[in-house]
């Protein structure tokens, strides 16, 4: 069930047709499980500095204010899929609205093991979670079509940066590497290296080519719906240990992760 409210009230077609027809803005998305998230701190730091960026500091939401709007999303709700949007305000002296949308929660467990193919694309100010998603929704639908399950961006220097809607880490054997490139910094990523730290599993980031993909033994992919899932191969590279390894060193890190209460 769908629940969108702009600004504690609920939308109106003229709120959401708003939203739908212009596309500037930024969002976060989170899963909630008896009314916390990992990482709620890094979704407020992130929706802050996004309303600096692209709207001024007069736009800057108060975290107080932010968590009450998800708590009155959530209604009685203790488990769901919510996304808060910062959106140009429209008819008022604020700068910005704040759409919550709220959704029935996902499986957080792994799928079978994804086939991405790689696909040249540099999303733009790749810093910010903000709302042109043209080219990731289109570069993935075109790797379905071409018979793939999603696809991992690399950019027109030749490093691999992000895929469609998550992080990518690798395996090489002794630790976990994960991509240096102009990309989003994921909640789930940093959340995930942070927890890597903590149980003492070595990492870290790392310049890395479609040259450099044969060498290393596995992949996932990260992001707020599931810390860990499978790479099965990237192009025609196929990984040797299925990603079993390299997912058993996330979900130690991720069971680390400490929830937030909203």
């Known amino acids: 069930m769908l629940r969108?409210?702009?600004?504690?009230?609920p939308a109106e077609v003229a709120d959401v047709h708003r939203v739908a027809t212009w596309n500037y803005g930024h969002f976060t998305s989170m899963q909630?499980?008896?009314?916390?998230?990992?990482?709620?701190?890094?979704h407020l730091r992130r929706l802050a500095g996004a309303s600096l960026e692209l709207f001024g500091e007069a736009a800057v939401q108060d975290d107080a204010r932010i968590r009450e709007l998800i708590r009155h999303g959530l209604g009685d709700r203790s488990a769901a899929s919510a996304r808060v949007s910062v959106v140009p305000a429209v008819?008022?002296?604020?700068?910005t609205d704040v759409m919550v949308s709220v959704s029935d929660a996902v499986a957080d467990s792994p799928r079978p093991a994804l086939r991405v193919r790689t696909a040249t694309y540099e999303r733009d100010l790749p810093h910010l979670k903000h709302a042109a998603t043209m080219g990731l929704t289109y570069g993935m639908l075109q790797a379905r079509e071409a018979g793939f399950d999603d696809v991992l961006f690399v950019g027109r220097d030749g490093f691999v940066r992000?895929?469609?809607v998550w992080n990518v880490s690798f395996w090489d054997g002794e630790q976990v590497l994960w991509p240096e490139a102009p990309m989003l910094p994921g909640i789930t990523m940093q959340l995930l290296q942070a927890g890597l730290t903590r149980v003492g599993a070595p990492w870290s980031p790392r310049p890395l080519t479609a040259n450099d993909l044969p060498e290393l033994r596995a992949a996932a992919a990260s992001n707020s719906q599931c810390p860990s899932q499978?790479?099965?191969s990237i192009d025609r590279v196929a990984f040797s240990d299925g990603g079993s390894v390299l997912t058993e060193v996330l979900d130690r890190a991720w069971a680390s992760v400490p929830w937030d209460v909203i």
Do not use: F, K, M, Q
């Open 4 to 9: 969108v409210e702009i600004n504690g009230l």
């Open 32 to 42: 909630v499980r008896e009314g916390a998230v990992p990482g709620l701190e890094l």
């Open 91 to 95: 008819g008022s002296e604020d700068r």
């Open 162 to 164: 992000e895929g469609s």
């Open 230 to 232: 499978p790479l099965a």
